[in-house]
């Protein structure tokens, strides 16, 4: 049962079950997983020898292997769902962690981390000089925040160029030789008239 289960895992990724499956299962998979991170015969044959499946070996080596080549471990993820009509056991899903999109465009949306930490130091008299919870705050910036900065920043030097004056200024126009001569041609005409 735990082979299949495994399998089924493997292959769509996320399975509904029960809590007390959903536990044993994890105790399962996770030692088959970690085996294929290094793709060799060896432990192509020992992770197939469990799951007696061609098609699940290939998927976990293929495709599951490489994204969770960094992580260290807890590769699969209990989330309770309820209780089952029929019996009322306890079910659950279970998922492997790296392939659920929803839960990992939430962690890279929230935008800012804090986290609280208190310092005390002593003077050389004895007393506390200062006591004080300082709140940190970081921020993590998404593709997305500096998609949006940087047309922030094209929009503004666009604004600055508007509101820049032009090289020639109305003031600068009359004092222009061109508008000069152009008076100079009219003043001789008058005179000529």
Excluded: W
Aim: proline share 4%.
């Amino acid at each position: 049962m735990l082979s299949n289960m495994a399998c089924s895992l493997i292959e769509h990724k996320r399975i509904n079950t029960t809590v007390a499956k959903a536990k044993a299962l994890r105790v399962f998979i996770e030692p088959i997983i970690t085996k294929s991170k290094e793709d060799s015969t060896h432990n192509r044959r020992i992770v197939f020898s469990t799951l007696q499946s061609k098609e699940a070996v290939t998927e976990l080596f293929r495709e599951v292997a490489p994204k969770i080549m960094s992580r260290p471990g807890g590769y699969t993820r209990i989330i309770k769902t309820g209780f089952r009509q029929g019996d009322g056991a306890e079910t659950a899903m279970i998922e492997l962690v790296d392939f659920n999109e929803l839960f990992g465009k939430e962690t890279q949306s929230k935008s800012k981390r804090r986290r609280r930490g208190g310092s005390k130091s002593t003077s050389a008299e004895g007393t506390t000089a200062t006591s004080a919870t300082e709140e940190v705050v970081e921020e993590v910036v998404s593709p997305a925040d500096t998609e949006i900065e940087n047309v922030k920043e094209e929009t503004n030097a666009k604004a600055e160029e508007a509101q820049t004056p032009t090289e020639e200024s109305p003031k600068a126009e009359a004092d222009s030789p061109a508008n000069d001569d152009v008076e100079a041609s009219d003043s001789e005409e008058e005179k000529k008239d």
